[in-house]
T-cell receptor, first 111, second 119 residues
Framework: RKEVEQDPGPFNVPEGATVAFNCTYSNSASQSFFWYRQDCRKEPKLLMSVYSSGNEDGRFTAQLNRASQYISLLIRDSKLSDSATYLC????????????FGAGTRLFVKA | GAGVSQSPRYKVAKRGQDVALRCDPISGHVSLFWYQQALGQGPEFLTYFQNEAQLDKSGLPSDRFFAERPEGSVSTLKIQRTQQEDSAVYLC?????????????????FGQGTRLTVV
């Protein structure tokens, strides 16, 4: 079983739709959580950190459920420019800190 | 420079050839990671350095893969006797701070990657 798991999608949604992604992690020593965005043939870039209390940045809302070991990302009012792969990222305290990525969820927003 | 820099951007190697991939992290970032990303997949962890110490190399797929960071800044990932299955994008990332350390948020900054094609 992978340490960080995501539904690979693809999610095909119309502009203006609300879409949600989930991610589960298996290591209870996971300490920090993030969503990264990766465009085709580009490097991953930070979208937002995920805090225990939940956090919002414009149209994006991230939530963390430590008890169930999952993270979610909600995108409201989808734009064409939101089309990308969304990577769930976990930093695990292994004595050092190991950053682990999910395989990503692909999103296509259509006009 | 201001970001993580990787070189070369593209590398074509003949099967059996040795290659060396370079990563220049952001100055002052102590944690450095290497990832391998196959087409359509997420980045897979290869190895991790804190300063010059290689704390975790559990993701290196075989003993043909070797990474070093002798002075705690620039890192090199070396692949010996390359095979076709080594073809991938190799990403380097550095962390601005460790979780819980100092003020502000932890973020991993990525280089643009080296696309390795073994023919």
């Amino acid at each position: 079983r992978k340490e960080v798991e995501q539904d690979p999608g693809p999610f095909n949604v119309p502009e203006g739709a609300t879409v949600a992604f989930n991610c589960t992690y298996s290591n209870s020593a996971s300490q920090s959580f993030f969503w990264y965005r990766q465009d085709c043939r580009k490097e991953p870039k930070l979208l937002m950190s995920v805090y225990s209390s939940g956090n919002e940045d414009g149209r994006f809302t991230a939530q963390l459920n430590r008890a169930s070991q999952y993270i979610s990302l909600l995108i409201r009012d989808s734009k064409l420019s939101d089309s990308a792969t969304y990577l769930c990222v976990v930093i695990v305290n292994t004595g050092g800190f190991k950053t682990i990525f999910g395989a990503g969820t692909r999103l296509f927003v259509k006009a | 420079g201001a970001g993580v820099s990787q070189s070369p951007r593209y590398k074509v190697a003949k099967r059996g050839q040795d290659v060396a991939l370079r990563c220049d992290p952001i100055s002052g970032h102590v944690s450095l990671f290497w990832y391998q990303q196959a087409l359509g997949q997420g980045p897979e962890f290869l190895t991790y350095f804190q300063n010059e110490a290689q704390l975790d190399k559990s993701g290196l797929p075989s003993d043909r893969f070797f990474a070093e960071r002798p002075e705690g800044s620039v890192s090199t990932l070396k692949i010996q006797r390359t095979q076709q299955e080594d073809s991938a994008v190799y990403l380097c990332a550095s962390l601005n701070r460790l979780p819980g350390q100092g003020e502000g948020n932890t973020e991993a900054f990525f280089g643009q990657g080296t696309r390795l094609t073994v023919v």
